[in-house]
């Protein structure tokens, strides 16, 4: 009885070490796969929406939105000096907002002076 005891306890000591062997794999393998997702992740220069938004500034200056929409064209303006402090600080995601928000108040610009221009 003592011997069959003893056995029914060692496979009780060794399935807990498997688990135990287990549970570390999966944890092993759960930091290996965040770091990939991490890794993956990486932030890229705003490159596009940077042009994007000097380009759309500049359309809006070409219809005089300096005259007919001076306050959205100077928002347009200053959210552009922001984002290019951002991106010189390699803060990419500020950088990102700012010039899309810039963009969407030169669009503003523009359309409010061509408006504008047509009233008159």
């Given at each position: 009885?003592?011997?069959?005891?003893?056995?029914?306890?060692n496979?009780?000591?060794?399935?807990d070490?498997?688990?135990?062997?287990a549970?570390?794999?999966?944890l092993?393998?759960?930091?290996?796969g965040?770091?990939?997702?991490a890794?993956?992740?990486?932030?890229n220069?705003?490159?596009?929406?940077?042009?994007?938004?000097?380009?759309?500034?500049q359309a809006?200056k070409d219809?005089?939105?300096?005259?007919?929409?001076p306050?959205?064209?100077?928002?347009a303006?200053?959210?552009?000096t922001k984002a290019?402090?951002?991106?010189?600080?390699?803060?990419?995601i500020?950088?990102?907002d700012f010039?899309?928000?810039?963009?969407?108040l030169?669009i503003?610009a523009?359309?409010?002076?061509?408006?504008?221009?047509?009233?008159?």
């Amino acid at each position: 009885m003592l011997v069959s005891l003893e056995l029914i306890g060692n496979i009780q000591v060794r399935f807990d070490m498997v688990i135990h062997s287990a549970n570390r794999f999966r944890l092993i393998f759960l930091g290996i796969g965040l770091l990939v997702l991490a890794c993956g992740c990486t932030v890229n220069p705003p490159v596009q929406e940077m042009s994007n938004a000097r380009q759309t500034i500049q359309a809006a200056k070409d219809v005089q939105a300096d005259t007919y929409s001076p306050s959205h064209l100077t928002q347009a303006q200053d959210l552009m000096t922001k984002a290019t402090g951002a991106l010189e600080k390699g803060d990419y995601i500020s950088a990102r907002d700012f010039a899309v928000d810039a963009q969407k108040l030169a669009i503003k610009a523009r359309m409010e002076a061509l408006t504008q221009q047509q009233r008159n």
